[in-house]
């Protein structure tokens, strides 16, 4: 399927520390692969734009750069927006992304999956 976003639209949540990117067409392309799942799960289009925004967002983070969290100049210290963790829940997007999609399919990726059931007393 063809990409829902643009560059521009995922560069515009990733913040000023970003300001130097111009083209993440490249991570997009893999974004869209992964939405293209949930789509045929079921996730509405509006939803699948916004998934894959995030994933592509998860994805620059990740394979482009680490995003500066907050620095420090003296003594010089920094901090980083990711954590130790595999898959989608290493960046704050990728958590988003599976936040997201109301059909679970990103979370089965990444080896979480939450089942509920409700009970009517």
């Not at 643009?6 to 083209?23: H, R």
């Not at 997009?28 to 995030?54: F, H, P, Q, Y």
Request: proline fraction near 2%.
């Amino acid at each position: 399927m063809a990409n829902r976003v643009t560059s521009a639209e995922v560069i515009a949540i990733l913040g000023d520390d970003n300001s130097d990117l111009t083209d993440v067409s490249a991570f997009i392309a893999m974004a869209t692969l992964l939405t293209d799942k949930c789509s045929a799960a079921g996730l509405a289009a509006a939803d699948c734009k916004e998934v894959e925004r995030w994933l592509s967002a998860h994805l620059v983070a990740t394979g482009a750069r680490r995003l500066v969290k907050s620095s420090a100049v003296g003594p010089i210290s920094e901090s980083f927006d990711s954590k130790i963790d595999l898959g989608l829940n290493g960046t704050s997007y990728g958590q988003q992304a599976i936040a997201l999609d109301t059909t679970s399919t990103l979370a089965s990726l990444s080896g979480k999956v939450v089942f509920m059931d409700i009970i009517n007393p």
